[in-house]
């Protein structure tokens, strides 16, 4: 499978600081980049998603950033909260074909 | 929001005997997938399925592996002969058409194979 890499496997951070989570890629011809979110005991849930076309996309308190040039993206999230400790995983995919996912990225919230 | 539910939550079985996974996707779903996650670790991708036929499959699905949802029900995944190293997570997932990008995912079936 093409590798998706998350530089982190864990992350903590204080309530309310900004956590960043790293994706490269090795694959140019996949245009699509999704971060799934994955809470202990649950299935993986879409939160936010990229196309290659885009440079930055933002949703509420997260936020992807996109390098095309570079192959890599982060996730931005904003004004951190205890509920947003889970996993990430950043993806990718190219039209009807499979989903890859990263090796996730375990945030921790601090109150 | 969608909901794709997985039956059984946890299955113990013993190396080298058959074990179904079941799932019941979306309802107006027609592409299933299936993935194995260890430990909390990287999701990986085994197989993904439409009007019956597999579609693409990793090298993780091995020929012990095999798919089928016949007559619209559960979406399967059967493991014949297990291994020890079967022992996961498998999670189903199901989107609605060709080329969506969003995958709905169950909470996954815990697989300890002893």
């Known amino acids: 499978q093409q590798q998706v890499r998350q530089s982190s496997q864990s992350l903590t951070v204080w309530e309310g600081e900004t956590a960043i989570l790293n994706c490269s890629y090795e694959n140019s011809a996949f245009d699509y980049f999704p971060w799934y979110q994955q809470f202990p005991g649950e299935g993986p849930a879409l939160l936010i998603a990229i196309r290659s076309v885009s440079d930055k996309k933002e949703d509420g308190r997260f936020t992807i950033f996109f390098n095309k040039r570079e192959k890599n993206l982060s996730l931005h999230i904003k004004d951190s909260q205890p509920g947003d400790s889970a996993t990430y995983f950043c993806?990718?995919?190219?039209?009807?074909?499979?989903?890859?996912f990263g090796t996730g990225t375990t945030v921790s919230v601090s109150p | 929001g969608p909901k794709v539910l997985q039956i059984p939550s946890h299955q113990i079985i013993d190396m080298g005997q058959m074990v179904t996974l079941n799932c019941d996707p979306v309802?107006?779903?027609?592409?299933f997938y299936w993935y194995k996650q260890i430990l909390g670790q990287q999701m990986e991708f085994l197989v993904n399925f439409y009007n019956g036929k597999v579609m693409e499959k990793s090298k993780l699905f091995k020929d012990q592996f095999s798919v089928e949802r016949p007559d619209g029900s559960y979406f399967t995944l059967k493991i014949q002969p297990t291994a020890l190293e079967d022992s996961a997570v498998y999670f189903c997932a199901s989107s609605p058409r060709q080329g969506q990008n969003t995958l709905y995912f169950g909470a996954g079936t815990r697989l300890s194979v002893l």
């Open positions: 993806a990718q995919k190219k039209g009807g074909r499979a989903l890859i």
């Open positions: 309802s107006n779903h027609l592409y």
